[in-house]
């Protein structure tokens, strides 16, 4: 993670709409690999196929190693090799019987990497932010897996170029940070992570004052808010509040209580509520709309408080009712 950032004037009650100008793949410092960016995808004990597994052994752990080029050009990636994950030892002599402890140096002599992988796939690139966010006002060290009303760690592979964040200020300064960079990723991440790898981005700051959203379609707004080109995206969670709804030992019991269930529910219920404010509809009509006109994804189920995100198209909203705004405006 890179932060916090603090945001001159940012008060609790405040939006801080985070534009997403540039994002580009920092290339390989290997004069071997150069004008190559690499990414992996861990298939791992946290990722919700872990227990369904059809071929031995069973379970298993598996990094699959992706190449990007930096040409600005090629618009996708391919997978060059891959292995399963052998017990690894820290500097410190711990071995490490699982992918549990971050940046450790595999021994590539211990694995037998398998260089026949996804032959002549090309995955089209998604360049995305899996974690931004402000700092909640329940807690002083906050653990960055789960996400939560402050934003936090989403990953929904839609956070792109050309897109805003909203996120309800909840500290002084707003104290925005951003990291875990990913060139691709679908709904759920479903084998444990995205092909995580890194990116340098642009990012501009916009603060709405609490006294200017009334009236306006980011009025009532105290979640993490995706405005794209052509749409509006919610984002709901089992737990809209853990650290608040849990109590003193939210951030462990989190990863035990994720559900779908919760999460669609809460999403649902927020993309009710910003229809019937932003046009200015009855609650029946809103659940019409969102039942005929809304998609509903998955967007995490492996980083704790489980995500759903509603998308909603902005030709929905009908000229003179709509309070939307060009985006970038």
């Given at each position: 993670?890179?932060?916090?950032?603090?945001?001159?004037?940012?008060?609790?009650?405040?939006?801080?709409?985070?534009?997403?100008?540039?994002?580009?793949?920092?290339?390989?410092?290997?004069?071997?690999?150069?004008?190559?960016?690499?990414?992996?995808?861990?298939?791992?004990?946290?990722?919700?196929?872990?227990?369904?597994?059809?071929?031995?052994?069973?379970?298993?752990?598996?990094?699959?190693?992706?190449?990007?080029?930096?040409?600005?050009?090629?618009?996708?990636?391919?997978?060059?090799?891959?292995?399963?994950?052998?017990?690894?030892?820290?500097?410190?002599?711990?071995?490490?019987?699982?992918?549990?402890y971050p940046g450790i140096?595999?021994?590539?002599?211990?694995?037998?990497?398998?260089?026949?992988?996804?032959?002549?796939?090309?995955?089209?690139?998604?360049?995305?932010?899996?974690?931004?966010?402000?700092?909640?006002?329940?807690?002083?060290?906050?653990?960055?897996?789960?996400?939560?009303?402050?934003?936090?760690?989403?990953?929904?592979?839609?956070?792109?170029?050309?897109?805003?964040?909203?996120?309800?200020?909840?500290?002084?300064?707003?104290?925005?940070?951003?990291?875990?960079?990913?060139?691709?990723?679908?709904?759920?991440?479903?084998?444990?992570?995205?092909?995580?790898?890194?990116?340098?981005?642009?990012?501009?700051?916009?603060?709405?004052?609490?006294?200017?959203?009334?009236?306006?379609?980011?009025?009532?707004?105290?979640?993490?808010?995706?405005?794209?080109?052509?749409?509006?995206?919610?984002?709901?969670?089992?737990?809209?509040?853990?650290?608040?709804?849990?109590?003193?030992?939210?951030?462990?019991?989190?990863?035990?209580?994720?559900?779908?269930?919760?999460?669609?529910?809460?999403?649902?219920?927020?993309m009710r509520n910003f229809?019937?404010?932003?046009?200015?509809?009855?609650?029946?009509?809103?659940?019409?709309?969102?039942?005929?006109?809304?998609?509903?994804?998955?967007?995490?189920?492996?980083?704790?408080?489980?995500?759903?995100?509603?998308?909603?198209?902005?030709?929905?909203?009908?000229?003179?009712?709509?309070?939307?705004?060009?985006?970038?405006?």
């Open positions: 993670m890179t932060g916090p950032v603090y945001v001159c004037g940012a008060e609790p009650g405040d939006l801080l709409e985070v534009r997403i100008l540039d994002l580009t793949p920092r290339p390989s410092g290997n004069p071997i690999y150069e004008g190559k960016a690499f990414g992996s995808n861990a298939g791992a004990w946290w990722g919700f196929h872990y227990n369904n597994l059809s071929e031995d052994p069973s379970p298993r752990e598996v990094i699959t190693i992706y190449a990007i080029e930096t040409d600005g050009e090629t618009s996708w990636a391919e997978a060059v090799h891959r292995y399963r994950w052998v017990p690894q030892a820290t500097p410190d002599g711990e071995m490490h019987e699982r992918i549990d140096i595999v021994d590539q002599d211990q694995v037998v990497q398998l260089d026949e992988t996804l032959e002549g796939v090309k995955l089209p690139l998604r360049l995305h932010i899996g974690a931004m966010g402000v700092a909640p006002s329940e807690a002083d060290i906050v653990d960055s897996i789960p996400p939560s009303y402050f934003g936090g760690n989403i990953d929904d592979r839609h956070v792109g170029i050309g897109t805003s964040m909203y996120y309800p200020v909840a500290v002084p300064g707003a104290l925005f940070s951003a990291g875990d960079a990913h060139a691709s990723q679908g709904d759920s991440e479903l084998n444990g992570t995205a092909i995580e790898t890194s990116m340098t981005g642009v990012f501009q700051f916009v603060l709405h004052k609490q006294a200017d959203l009334e009236g306006s379609i980011l009025a009532g707004v105290d979640y993490p808010l995706l405005e794209t080109p052509d749409s509006w995206i919610v984002h709901g969670f089992t737990f809209p509040n853990y650290l608040a709804e849990l109590g003193e030992d939210a951030q462990t019991e989190i990863y035990e209580l994720s559900s779908i269930d919760p999460a669609l529910k809460d999403s649902s219920t927020k229809l019937m404010n932003g046009m200015n509809i009855s609650e029946d009509e809103a659940y019409s709309l969102i039942t005929v006109g809304t998609d509903f994804a998955i967007t995490q189920v492996v980083d704790g408080n489980w995500g759903v995100h509603g998308i909603v198209s902005k030709q929905l909203f009908p000229e003179g009712t709509s309070k939307t705004r060009p985006h970038g405006s």
